[in-house]
């Protein structure tokens, strides 16, 4: 089936960077999140997003203002009737995933292909909660979607090779590249980079170095375009620890461990860029250590 039309939940970071780049890819895009506040929040990040880069000249006003066009507001699952694919990309949390997969189908065409941007959980167990997991596979955009290259695929046990294809065909539409990982805990990214920003969080509980000497050792010692600790708060403090647990129950392995300093600082609520601190300080617009 050709994807011309997408439903997005959630509209976060994850969530807005699909919607930028499936609207600027010619898709038609209705973007859902828990309150009307909320997606208007999120359609104005996709806009401020879409102003920089035609500030940077990357594209022309008018393709702006063409994928500004394609996207709309959903506020309840009945914006999603006339859906070929609904790509969830709400908060990393089974439970809430689960939820809303079940809660959405009813609202569904019988051939809407469902998809989830989730950095970890199983593909299998969220799809056996459908009435189509045969139509239900991951597609794991990277962190910010429009800079990102890759984006991970992972079927579950039961997804058809018509839904694989199709989601290979958006890919392609977008212009990415597509790697296909086994439906196991954190998939093939989050199974390697997320147990080394673990041990970037590690290596400063245990006072090895300094938040500053961390991220300046990685990025000057290893070419990391960010440090791990400064990555952290980027991609959430929430989602690194929620990733940590899956990996730790998953795989019944004491090498995932979360870092006791990890799990204070999301009860503390510093959930790094999105609540402006967790291991820097962005309240004054220059990132300070916290720690
Ligand atoms: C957790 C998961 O499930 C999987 C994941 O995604 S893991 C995370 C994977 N992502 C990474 O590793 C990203 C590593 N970082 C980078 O590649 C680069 O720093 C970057 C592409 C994000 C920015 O590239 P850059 O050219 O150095 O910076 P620049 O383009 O000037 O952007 C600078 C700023 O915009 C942000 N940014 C750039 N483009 C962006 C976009 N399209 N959307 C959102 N933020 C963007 C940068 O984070 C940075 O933020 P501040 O200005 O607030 O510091
Ligand atoms: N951050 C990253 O670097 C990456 C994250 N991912 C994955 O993408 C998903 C989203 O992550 P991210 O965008 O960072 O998270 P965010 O916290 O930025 O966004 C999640 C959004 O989902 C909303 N939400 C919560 N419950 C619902 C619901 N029932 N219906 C609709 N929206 C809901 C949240 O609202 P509220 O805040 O009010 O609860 C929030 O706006 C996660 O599964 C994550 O693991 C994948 C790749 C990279």
């Known amino acids: 089936m050709d994807i011309n039309k997408i439903g997005v939940i959630g509209a976060g970071q994850m969530g807005t960077g699909i919607a930028e780049v499936c609207a600027l890819a010619g898709i038609d895009v209705a973007l859902n999140d828990i309150s009307e506040e909320r997606v208007n929040a999120g359609l104005g990040v996709i806009a401020s997003h879409l102003a920089r880069q035609v500030e940077r000249q990357q594209i022309e006003p008018a393709a702006r203002d063409a994928a500004l066009g394609r996207i709309k507001p959903a506020l309840d699952y009945d914006a999603f009737s006339d859906r070929d694919l609904i790509i969830e990309a709400a908060s990393e949390n089974e439970e809430l995933k689960r939820k809303i997969f079940a809660k959405l189908c009813p609202s569904l065409k ?9 950095s970890s959980i199983s593909i299998t167990r969220l799809a056996s909660v459908t009435d189509r997991p045969e139509r239900f596979i991951g597609i794991h955009f ?5 800079r990102m290259q890759l984006v991970e695929l992972i079927r579950g046990i039961v997804t058809e090779n018509t839904t694989f294809e199709a989601a290979k065909a958006l890919i392609s539409r977008l212009g990415k590249t597509f790697t296909v990982s086994e439906d196991f805990p954190a998939f093939i990214v989050n199974r390697i980079l997320l147990p080394m920003i673990n041990e970037a969080i590690y290596t400063l509980y245990e ?10 050792a990685m990025r000057l010692g290893a070419n990391h375009p960010m440090g791990p600790l400064q990555l952290a708060d ?8 929620s990733v940590m647990q899956v990996l730790h129950e ?3 392995d004491s090498k995932y461990r979360p870092c006791p300093l990890l799990v204070k600082y999301v009860e503390a609520g510093w959930l790094g860029r999105k609540t402006q601190r967790g291991f820097y300080d962005y309240r004054s617009g220059t990132p300070i250590p916290t720690r």
């Open 110 to 118: 019988p051939e809407t292909m469902l998809a989830s941007n989730t």
């Open 142 to 146: 990277m962190n910010p979607v429009p």
């Open 207 to 216: 006072g090895v170095g300094s938040v500053e000497a961390i991220d300046t």
């Open 234 to 241: 980027f991609i959430g403090l929430d989602t690194v620890l």
């Open 250 to 252: 998953g795989l019944a």
